[in-house]
């Protein structure tokens, strides 16, 4: 099975920097995406990591490390738009498991 | 713009009720998932299809939910009889490939059983 932890809420501010971090314990691993989700929204891909290190694209970069399975999203220059759910979510050999996502608040 | 499509998008109901949610997937995306998201359990799934056949509905409660893909363009998830802690956002989604791939979100439809 997949167990996925992440925090339930962080809070940061605006133009500041936030890493939202996840560890999982799976039997099986093909690689980690996140997905971002605004209040009363659909969740929308963010990132996909398969290989360990660090994968950028804009303000959002996404970083694994499959031995200890651990990955974060950093959020740079942050603005008040980025105020929502980040969900990380391990891709199995047959499923994507998602964990309950983490709630970020950016404050001016 | 192709997007995934859900209706209703919300819906109120009575205990005992039966409740029929519908979706329709992107053009040419083979693969379906039905999802349930909860404040205190995040992100479930629910069932998925692929070219239309079930391959997994072990999150599913089978005593009351069913769901099916009478064709390509609509997949339908059923809760007879509903229960009040069946509320809850329903969220279908789709992806172009095997299931493992990155997925599309429809809007999700918001069930609430009284």
């Known amino acids: 099975g997949q167990n996925i932890d992440q925090p339930t809420e962080m809070t940061a501010t605006e133009g500041a920097i936030v890493q939202i971090n996840c560890t999982y314990q799976?039997?099986?691993?093909?690689?980690l995406f996140w997905y971002q989700q605004h209040a009363g929204e659909a969740p929308t891909f963010l990132s996909y990591n398969v290989l360990d290190g660090l994968e950028e694209k804009g303000r959002f970069s996404s970083f694994l490390s499959r031995s200890k399975g651990y990955s974060y999203l950093l959020l740079k220059e942050l603005q008040m738009k980025d105020s929502a759910s980040y969900l990380c979510?391990?891709?199995?050999?047959?499923?994507?498991?998602f964990g309950i996502g983490t709630k970020l608040q950016v404050i001016p | 713009d192709a997007r995934v499509t859900q209706t209703p998008r919300h819906k109120v109901t009575e205990m005992g009720q039966e409740v029929t949610m519908r979706c329709q997937p992107i053009?040419?995306?083979?693969?379906v998932f039905w999802y349930r998201q909860t404040m205190m359990q995040g992100l479930e799934l629910l069932a998925y299809?692929?070219?239309?056949?079930?391959?997994?509905d072990s999150g599913m409660p089978k005593d009351r939910f069913s769901a099916e893909m009478p064709d390509a363009t609509l997949a339908t998830l059923k809760i007879q009889p509903s229960e009040p802690r069946d509320s809850a956002v329903y969220f279908c989604a789709d992806s172009a490939g095997h299931s493992t791939d990155t997925q599309y979100f429809g809007p999700g439809t918001r069930l609430t059983v009284l």
């Open positions: 053009l040419g995306h083979n693969t």
């Open positions: 299809f692929r070219n239309r056949a079930p391959l997994d």
């Open positions: 979510a391990v891709r199995g050999y047959q499923k994507v498991t």
């Open positions: 799976t039997s099986g691993f093909n690689g």
